[in-house]
């Protein structure tokens, strides 16, 4: 007979992994989405994928592990800076740089459950724009707006010419 757990399944294999790679560069338009450099040409093995929301402490339990709200792709000299927890510049007390990009994401809990990291904006770099990231791995694009299916703003696929969706026009 065989184990079973109520928990996520949170390992993935090697070929999910490489899945969720051409995902994470489809999304980013091939940027590394710390420093928004072009990652076209970069070797695999020198690209990682950041967990916004860490695997450690807890994190491992939750279905967001691996989900696309959750994942980021960098440089590995990238992943390293956010690692590292760079200094905050208003002391010691408050978020530091990669919390205050959503790079980095604290376990936070409203009402004795996870907030979803999906309700926490990504700053993009360098534009300062600030974005939502869809947990579902499609449709694959970044949202002005915590709620896809009722907001007002612009879609933007990488590569694509924004769309740009009316109040009321509906759909998906």
Same mark, same amino acid.
């Given at each position: ?11 993935? #294999?090697?070929? @999910?992994?490489d899945? %969720?790679t051409r995902?994470?560069l +489809?999304?980013? !338009?091939?940027?590394? @989405?710390?420093c928004?450099?072009?990652? #076209?040409?970069?070797s695999?093995d020198?690209? &990682?994928i950041q967990?916004?929301?860490?695997r450690g402490?807890?994190?491992?339990? *939750?279905e &967001?592990?691996n989900?696309m709200?959750? *994942? %980021?792709?960098?440089?590995?000299r990238?992943?390293?800076w $956010? @690692?590292?927890?760079?200094g ?9 740089l990669?919390?205050q990009r959503? %790079?980095? $994401?604290r ?6 459950v996870?907030?979803?990291? &999906?309700e926490?904006?990504?700053?993009l ?6 974005? +939502? %990231?869809?947990?579902?791995p499609?449709? *694959? ?11 007002? !703003?612009? $879609? ?8 740009v969706?009316?109040?009321? @026009?509906g759909g998906r």
């Amino acid at each position: 007979m065989r184990w079973s757990s109520s928990r996520p399944k949170t390992r993935l #294999t090697r070929e @999910e992994w490489d899945f %969720l790679t051409r995902l994470l560069l +489809f999304r980013s !338009g091939h940027r590394c @989405e710390c420093c928004g450099q072009d990652i #076209t040409g970069v070797s695999r093995d020198y690209l &990682e994928i950041q967990h916004r929301r860490a695997r450690g402490m807890g994190g491992t339990s *939750l279905e &967001e592990t691996n989900n696309m709200a959750n *994942l %980021l792709i960098f440089h590995q000299r990238c992943h390293h800076w $956010v @690692e590292s927890r760079p200094g905050n510049p208003a002391g010691p007390d408050g978020p530091d740089l990669a919390e205050q990009r959503g %790079l980095w $994401v604290r376990h936070a809990y409203r009402d004795g459950v996870p907030v979803p990291v &999906e309700e926490v904006p990504l700053v993009l770099y360098p534009s300062g724009r600030q974005v +939502f %990231l869809d947990p579902r791995p499609l449709p *694959l694009f970044y949202i002005d707006h915590p709620d896809p299916y009722g907001y007002t !703003g612009v $879609v933007t696929f990488p590569g694509v010419r924004p769309a740009v969706r009316t109040p009321g @026009e509906g759909g998906r």
